[in-house]
């Protein structure tokens, strides 16, 4: 039973900081290939990090230089920094896992139900 709970979103000033967490259950995120995605009212899912176990993390144009993922293995916890918080960055925050990871194609397959992330100007 694959199971991502998100924690730590909330309303922040541009230029704060929130950190975000995706606790995994059912399973070793080390075995999975992992990402976080949101998604903004009226505008399409975008992925804004990659976690792969082999390699460094990928970024998004958007948020490079600002955003920073990281695990706590003993935790089975995968997290998502976020520093000089924009009003673009206002979205539902997700994480997600697949068995495999580039250059393999697979979708993602699991979910979590998301936490929201709001930034006023």
């Known amino acids: 039973q694959v199971q991502m709970v998100e924690s730590g979103g909330g309303s922040v000033q541009a230029g704060g900081s929130l950190r975000l967490s995706c606790v995994a259950s059912?399973?070793?995120?080390?075995?999975?290939?992992l990402g976080w995605f949101r998604q903004a009212p009226g505008k399409e899912r975008e992925e804004v990090a990659s976690?792969?176990?082999?390699?460094?993390?990928k970024y998004a144009d958007s948020v490079k230089g600002r955003f920073t993922v990281s695990s706590d293995d003993a935790k089975n916890t995968l997290y998502l920094q976020m520093n000089s918080l924009k009003p673009e960055d206002t979205a539902m925050y997700y994480c997600?896992?697949?068995?495999?990871?580039?250059?393999?194609?697979?979708?993602?397959?699991?979910w979590g139900q998301g936490t929201q992330v709001t930034v006023s100007s």
């Open positions: 976690f792969d176990r082999h390699d460094s993390p």
């Open positions: 997600a896992a697949r068995r495999t990871c580039p250059p393999f194609r697979e979708d993602f397959g699991y």
């Open positions: 059912g399973f070793s995120y080390r075995s999975f290939c």
